[in-house]
C-alpha cells in the first residue's frame, strides 16, 4: 500500500510539472504568434553589401533587432546557432537596430555573400527575447541576460548599430532633376555668352 501511495505521488508530481509547462506554453503562445509577425529576407547584393527588407507587422516596435547571415545546409535553431560561430572563427556577418518601427525597413549585411540563411533575434515591446530560425520557427530566448550570453557565445559582445538604407522618393527625385536641368541650363547660357 504504500509502495502504490508512493507511485502515485510520483506520478502526480509528474503530472503537475506537465502541466506547468503546458500551461506556460500557453501563455506564451500569443507573444511567439506576435513574434512571427517579423519576417527579413534578402533582396540582392550591392557593391559587396547584401540587401535586406525588414518587415515589421508585429503590431509593436521592436528593439535589439539582430539578423545574422549563417552559412548552413539545414535547420537553425537557437540551441545549434553557437555552433557555427566557433571562438576565432569567421566574424559574423550582421545588421543590428536597437528600434525598429512598425512597416517596411531596409538595411545591408557588410561581407562577401556565401549564399547564407538569415535567422533574426529580438524583443518584443515586454522585453522577452525571441529567435527566429530560417525556417521560420519561433523560439523564446527570455531576458535580456540571456541574449546577452548568447552574444558572447557567438563573439558578439559589441554590436554596432547599423544604417538604414534611404530611397528617394518621387518627390526628391524630381528636385534632384530640376536642380540638374537648372545647372545644365546655367552651364549653356555661360558657354553662350562666351
Known amino acids: ?36 509577425g517579423l519576417n527579413v529576407w534578402e533582396t540582392e547584393e550591392k557593391s559587396g553589401k547584401l540587401q535586406l527588407k525588414i518587415d515589421n507587422q508585429t503590431g509593436q516596435a521592436v528593439s535589439d533587432l539582430l539578423v545574422l547571415a ?7 535553431t537557437l540551441n545549434s546557432l553557437p555552433s557555427y560561430f566557433p ?40 522585453g522577452v527575447y525571441w529567435f527566429k ?22 563573439s558578439l559582445n559589441k554590436l554596432e548599430e547599423s544604417p538604414l538604407l534611404v530611397k528617394k522618393t518621387k518627390t526628391e527625385k524630381k528636385k534632384m532633376s530640376k536642380k540638374t536641368t537648372k545647372k545644365t541650363d546655367k552651364q549653356s547660357s555661360k558657354k553662350k555668352a562666351e
Open 1 to 36: 500500500m504504500a509502495s502504490d501511495n508512493s507511485s502515485l505521488k510520483k506520478k502526480n508530481s509528474r503530472l503537475a510539472k506537465e502541466n506547468q509547462a503546458l500551461k506556460q506554453a500557453n501563455q506564451d503562445l500569443p507573444a511567439a504568434s506576435a513574434a512571427a
Open 70 to 76: 549563417v552559412a548552413a545546409n539545414g535547420r537553425i
Open 87 to 126: 571562438v576565432g572563427g569567421a566574424k559574423s556577418r550582421y545588421f543590428y537596430r536597437k528600434k525598429v518601427a512598425i512597416g517596411k525597413t531596409e538595411g545591408s549585411l557588410t561581407g562577401a555573400y556565401a549564399g547564407s540563411d538569415m535567422v533574426c533575434l529580438f524583443a518584443d515591446a515586454s
Open 133 to 154: 530560425g530560417n525556417r521560420g520557427q519561433i523560439e523564446k530566448i527570455g531576458s535580456q541576460a540571456h541574449f546577452k550570453k548568447l552574444l558572447r557565445q557567438i
